[in-house]
């Protein structure tokens, strides 16, 4: 059997948990008669983890359950925690304490608990003892046996606790219900093996593996006649897709083949690690016209000495090399990033290597972290003698700087032509929609809500300090 057969969890096992959704049914159907159960299903951290919680809500709906935004008339609630840094699991824990109130009012209700925190024992531990009333927990690699759990959950009325280590499975089909209908995430591959040294991901996602181009075309060209008009492809090192399958394709060759799919939508992907984005990338990106021109690109630290103890494979200089090749390729492209401020051992100096970079880069925007340490990573062991206190000034630093670098770089846009996918009401006042240019830039226009859904040509009048206002295009109005 291939390496990619053995990861599929098989079409037996489906239907399996098939039929333990229609158990769940049955069950429900006798508690609540009529009445449709409620769950309230929320997804902490990443957009993989907002597609997992897609494929919950997907099992959910066929166990017969409705939806709700509220926890107060729930009857099941699931939380999808993320692991990557304390104060996410701080307000899991936080939220799953005041959850024991509406448990107390409401007789039967279900919670439930899934997602990368669970994949950790000292915190499945902690929720065993400290927690009680939580009902089910269950790990990333066995979310595709949530109707199973669940069954035993509501007919035993016992904890049921399923978190097994797994280098990773993938399973195909599962149904989905998702959260937009413009936009949609795609994941083309699970789990990390770089163990950056801060990284708590590679311990509770398993091992890189990557769907087929085949299964991932059947997906997308569904979505797109389903209206879908933004795709954005997950996983946590896209640039290393396709490795370890029986098909010879890479990230580019999968972006190409996507690209030449019929009709009229555009594609977005996170996230590329430096280490492996290359010249063919950018080359990809410039010749395929439904990719979007922007590229986040996170690179944690502008100082090369602290690149290696994050054990990140590359330095400030073929980072900036690659900047400098896409924008001579294409001149509009937009960069993002994430940085980590305060790596254990990062000095002053180091820092203001950092703040030095992103002048040079100049990003239309980034996502900036404190470094949280994460049990179990190598750089939880490190010495870490730089005070709290400095590190957030630091931090402050940053935004600041990065609030200059954001509002200089939306200036240049002004009198530009974009194109926009209006996707809702806008901000900027009455009558206006808002919508995103491939840049990822929001821009705010006047125009009726029939262009909901539609891709329109805005030209760009005005920069705010958080988008872009513009008019309409006359010629596509
Ligand atoms: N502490 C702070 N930030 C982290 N990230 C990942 N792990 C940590 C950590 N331990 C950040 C990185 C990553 C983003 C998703 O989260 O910048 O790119
Ligand atoms: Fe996503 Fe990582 Fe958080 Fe898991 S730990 S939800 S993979 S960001």
Redesign the pocket.
């Known amino acids: 059997m291939s390496k990619q057969q053995t990861m599929l969890v098989s079409e037996e096992e489906l239907l399996r948990q098939e039929e333990f959704s229609h158990r769940v049914k049955e069950i429900l159907e006798m508690r609540y008669g009529d009445h449709m159960p409620v769950a309230h299903v929320h997804s902490y951290?990443?957009q993989q983890n907002v597609s997992d919680g897609e494929k919950i809500k997907g099992m959910l709906a066929r166990m017969g359950y409705g939806f709700s935004e509220s926890t107060a008339d729930a009857d099941l609630v699931i939380y999808n925690t993320c692991a990557?840094?304390?104060n996410a699991e701080d307000r899991v824990f936080g939220n799953v304490g005041a959850l024991k109130h509406n448990k107390q009012r409401r007789r039967g209700m279900v919670i439930g608990l899934c997602g990368c925190m669970m994949q950790q024992e000292h915190i499945v531990h902690r929720l065993q003892k400290s927690f009680p009333y939580v009902d089910l927990i269950f790990g990333t690699h066995v979310l595709h046996r949530l109707p199973e759990l669940l069954y035993q959950t509501l007919s035993t009325r016992e904890r049921v606790f399923e978190t097994p280590d797994s280098d990773g499975v993938i399973a195909e089909h599962l149904p989905i219900q998702r959260d937009g209908s413009l936009k949609a995430w795609v994941p083309i591959m699970y789990g990390c093996n770089n163990f950056?040294t801060?990284?708590?991901?590679p311990y509770v996602r398993g091992r890189e593996r990557s769907r087929t181009s085949r299964e991932i075309l059947a997906e997308v060209e569904q979505l797109v006649l389903d209206g879908y008009k933004e795709i954005t492809l997950l996983g946590q090192n896209v640039n290393s897709y396709g490795k370890g399958l029986e098909e010879e394709i890479n990230f580019s060759g999968l972006l190409r083949k996507i690209n030449s799919l019929d009709g009229d939508f555009r594609i977005r992907f996170m996230?590329s690690h430096p280490k492996d984005a290359t010249p063919e990338l950018i080359d990809t990106i410039a010749e395929c016209e439904k990719v979007c021109h922007h590229l986040h690109l996170?690179v944690?630290s502008g100082s090369d000495r602290i690149l290696r103890e994050m054990n990140r494979h590359y330095d400030t200089e073929s980072y900036l090399e690659l900047i400098r090749y896409a924008r001579q390729r294409i001149p509009d492209i937009s960069f993002t990033s994430?940085?980590?401020v305060g790596?254990p051992g990062e000095t002053r100096e180091d820092f203001l290597q950092t703040m030095d970079l992103i002048r040079q880069v100049r990003y239309d925007s980034l996502?900036?972290?404190?470094?949280?340490?994460?049990v179990g990573?190598k750089?939880a062991s490190m010495d870490d003698p730089t005070p709290a206190e400095d590190k957030t000034k630091w931090l402050m630093e940053l935004l600041e700087e990065q609030k200059r670098i954001g509002e200089q770089q939306l200036q240049r846009y002004v009198g530009d032509t974009m194109r926009v996918l209006a996707d809702g009401p806008g901000k900027a006042g009455e009558g206006y929609l808002t919508g995103r240019t491939e840049q990822n830039l929001i821009v705010d226009f006047p125009a009726s809500e029939e262009l909901i859904g539609s891709f329109v040509e805005v030209t760009i009048t005005k920069a705010l300090n958080w988008a872009l206002l513009g008019e309409i295009n006359t010629s596509h109005r």
């Open positions: 951290g990443c990557v840094r304390e950056c801060y990284c708590i991901v996230t996170p944690q994430d940085i980590i790596f996502f900036t972290f404190i470094y949280s340490k994460r990573t750089a």
